[in-house]
């Protein structure tokens, strides 16, 4: 697609259950991001993919949430036995991984609201 | 951590002033952009700046760095009702395959 691709826009979920969100790269992009935004907050970093190297998963806020990206392409974040801190946006983006230029690309977000 | 840090963090003005954000770092940098949210969806790119760059216009937008104080400065001219967004700082840190970080962001409100 011509853009980073997010679903689902919206997700409602009870506290405890566990949770999946996708997203889809630009294609032939290499280099793919999780953020996390809280309401009114800055870009929370998740996890960072980048070709085959390890991701860097240093900012995943627990072992309820991981990520996979299969193929090098789509990315699957999820969430388990979610609690209500985990409402927030999750933003996707991915780039073209430059040594020069690292311009990332944002997809519009997951809304995940725990009730 | 935050690597990015803007001030100030909401900024209100009128149609047709100009309107300056900052931005401070902490580590040394590849290069480093700034990104606009509206309605808290996703972020768009507005305009990148190398650690070998000064200064950068792009239309209304003028983006400055120094990196001896590690500060970065955007400046929208003429702003408009429509540049009403959050605007966010972010840096690439020096080295291959880094990350991008970003700041907290600022909210710009234009009065008509």
């Known amino acids: 697609g011509a853009g980073v691709s997010q679903s689902p826009s919206n997700k409602v979920t009870e506290k405890g259950k566990d949770v999946e969100l996708r997203c889809d790269p630009i294609?032939?992009?290499?280099?793919l991001y999780w953020y996390r935004q809280s309401l009114g907050q800055g870009l929370e970093f998740l996890i960072y993919?980048?070709?085959?190297?390890?991701?860097?998963k240093s900012g995943l806020p627990s072992d309820r949430f991981s990520a996979e990206r299969t193929g090098g392409s789509v990315s699957t974040l999820t969430i388990q036995r979610t609690q209500q801190e985990d409402s927030a946006v999750y933003l996707c983006?991915?780039?073209?991984?430059?040594?020069?230029?690292?311009?990332?690309?944002f997809g519009e977000g997951s809304w995940l609201t725990v009730v | 951590s935050q690597q990015g840090e803007e001030d100030p963090q909401a900024l209100s003005i009128q149609e047709g002033e100009n309107a300056t954000m900052n931005c401070s770092y902490k580590?040394?940098?590849?290069?480093l952009q700034w990104y606009r949210q509206n309605s808290g969806r996703g972020l768009v790119h507005l305009i990148l700046?190398?650690?070998?760059?000064r200064e950068k216009h792009s239309g209304r937008l003028r983006v400055t760095l120094d990196t001896s104080k590690k500060s970065s400065s955007l400046l929208i001219t003429a702003s408009r009702a429509a540049d009403t967004a959050s605007y966010f700082c972010?840096?690439?840190?020096?080295?291959?395959?880094?990350?991008?970080?970003f700041g907290k962001g600022i909210t710009l409100s234009v009065r008509p």
């Open positions: 983006a991915s780039s073209f991984q430059s040594s020069l230029a690292n311009t990332i690309y």
């Open positions: 700046i190398r650690s070998n760059e």
């Open positions: 294609s032939g992009h290499t280099a």
């Open positions: 972010a840096t690439d840190a020096y080295g291959a395959n880094s990350k991008l970080t």
């Open positions: 993919f980048q070709g085959n190297s390890a991701p860097d």
């Open positions: 580590t040394s940098i590849n290069n």
